[in-house]
């Protein structure tokens, strides 16, 4: 895939890497001269210094053969405008739209004539407000939220002095809004639970729940088992 960033701070430069290491070919256009020279040393694809609200920069990057644009600076009215610009020059790329302020998120999602310039958008701010406030609240573990559905993917470790240790997935009588949907035993290996699915005395478990569930389902997965079993 080819793809197009606009922004190299930190957000747009850690995901310009991680497409790298992925396979994926990156061109990031960049405003600040400096910047621009900086990144050019780090990464393996073009870094173009210019603004990519002007079509002629975005048609330097070769957007018309981009499969997808993610603007990615910390100015909301210059990304929603840099992903019109890239819909208006290649109406089949996708874009991606960042959002600092999530008011104007709402906004954007609301405008019916908006939303036909941007696939995705995402507020690096409202993602990590939510994670460290969901984190204030029900601690302990890795978790991947879905804020706008009001769930989270969250992951256990079995040890041998776990009650769930050997039990049926069935015996565990989850919460009607939590499932299973991953089960590692101590070697890495991944099984696809069903209910008669034996969990193993040492590994993890990956549980999708809603929020609302989440300190049932943590006191059910962390509960010890009594000093003389264990």
């Not at 040393?41 to 002629?56: R, S």
């Not at 053969?65 to 840099?82: E, S």
């Not at 969990?199 to 049932?216: E, H, M, T, W, Y």
């Amino acid at each position: 895939m080819f793809v197009v960033i606009m922004g190299a701070g930190r957000v747009g430069f850690l995901v310009a890497k991680m497409l790298e290491e992925e396979g994926h070919d990156v061109t990031i256009i960049e405003m600040n001269k400096e910047r621009a020279k900086e990144l050019s040393l780090l990464i393996n694809g073009l870094v173009i210094e210019g603004d990519a609200t002007d079509p002629k920069t975005l048609e330097e990057a070769n957007i018309k053969q981009a499969d997808a644009f993610a603007a990615l600076t910390g100015k909301d009215d210059a990304n929603l405008l840099a992903c019109i610009l890239a819909k208006h020059l290649n109406p089949k790329i996708k874009t991606s739209l960042r959002i600092s302020n999530p008011q104007n998120r709402r906004i954007f999602e609301e405008v019916t004539d908006l939303k036909r310039y941007f696939d995705f958008v995402i507020s690096p701010e409202e993602i990590a407000a939510e994670y460290i406030s969901r984190n204030i609240v029900t601690p302990g573990f890795d978790r991947v939220l879905f804020p706008k559905e009001g769930a989270e993917i969250v992951r256990f470790t079995i040890n041998g002095d776990s009650e769930i240790a050997g039990r049926l997935v069935k015996e565990l009588k989850l919460p009607r809004d939590a499932l299973m949907v991953a089960v590692y035993d101590e070697k890495g290996n991944l099984i696809i639970p069903s209910g008669d699915t034996k969990l193993p005395d040492r590994g993890q478990v990956i549980i999708f729940a809603k929020n609302s569930v989440l300190d049932d389902v943590k006191r059910l997965l962390e509960k010890k088992k009594p000093n003389n079993e264990s």
